[in-house]
T-cell receptor, first 119, second 114 residues
Framework: AQKITQTQPGMFVQEKEAVTLDCTYD???????LFWYKQPSSGEMIFLIY??????QNATEGRYSLNFQKARKSANLVISASQLGDSAMYFC????????????????FGSGTQLTVLP | AAGVIQSPRHLIKEKRETATLKCYPI?????VYWYQQGPGQDPQFLIS???????DKESIPDRFSAQQFSDYHSELNMSSLELGDSALYFC?????????????FGPGTRLLVL
């Protein structure tokens, strides 16, 4: 089963408007982290925002906020006041709990949402 | 602020050749990850190292190997290259001393196998 599901392959938004990118996840762990990354056409992967499973408040970073609904297992990214430079692929990713002390935990990514900001 | 450095940025190889990708993590980061992103796909985890020891590994071809050195830089070696190995290869690093353990990605190495 998919651990991270992004149901919107493509989204369009008018410049200066807000847009919500959907992400649902599946895990049986109680401790996990959720991340959003932006990948412009140039290819780099840029970290945007993080939400921990135990965080009671929704994360915010400038124009980015995360609408975290734990019971629904959703972690939607909200971008306010969209800019032309926001046009990119956006990936939701999850890091599950560490197996043992000292072991790294990789990210599992969704399939991404291609956002296009219209002038 | 220092970022993850990857070299080379672009690499063109022939089938059956060998490629070596290098990664220099952010200073003081103790964990390095390698991901492969095929065209139009999401990044897929390959292998990771924590404090220079292999930590996690997905089912990757035996043709792929990696190591982390005493200065924490890492190298991904791919032998007997196949056309399907053409992809964007990311290195990421993180510090396990924080609850977030955010992985910061390098710019990637774009490998083209002809």
């Amino acid at each position: 089963a998919q651990k991270i599901t992004q149901t919107q392959p493509g989204m369009f938004v008018q410049e200066k408007e807000a847009v919500t990118l959907d992400c649902t996840y599946d895990t049986s762990d109680q401790s996990y982290g959720l991340f959003w990354y932006k990948q412009p056409s140039s290819g780099e992967m840029i970290f945007l925002i993080y939400q921990g499973s135990y965080d009671e408040q929704n994360a915010t970073e400038g124009r980015y906020s995360l609408n975290f609904q734990k019971a629904r297992k959703s972690a939607n990214l909200v971008i306010s006041a969209s800019q032309l430079g926001d046009s990119a692929m956006y990936f939701c990713a999850m890091r599950e709990r560490r197996i043992s002390s000292g072991s790294a935990r990789q990210l599992t990514f969704g399939s991404g949402t291609q956002l296009t900001v219209l002038p | 602020a220092a970022g993850v450095i990857q070299s080379p940025r672009h690499l063109i190889k022939e089938k059956r050749e060998t490629a070596t990708l290098k990664c220099y993590p952010i200073p003081r980061h103790d964990t390095v990850y390698w991901y492969q992103q095929g065209p139009g796909q999401d990044p897929q985890f390959l292998i990771s190292f924590y404090e220079k020891m292999q930590s996690d590994k997905e089912s990757i071809p035996d043709r792929f190997s990696a190591q982390q050195f005493s200065d924490y830089h890492s190298e991904l070696n791919m032998s007997s290259l196949e056309l399907g190995d053409s992809a964007l290869y990311f290195c990421a690093s993180s510090f396990t001393g924080t609850s977030q353990e955010t992985q910061y990605f390098g710019p990637g190495t774009r490998l083209l196998v002809l």
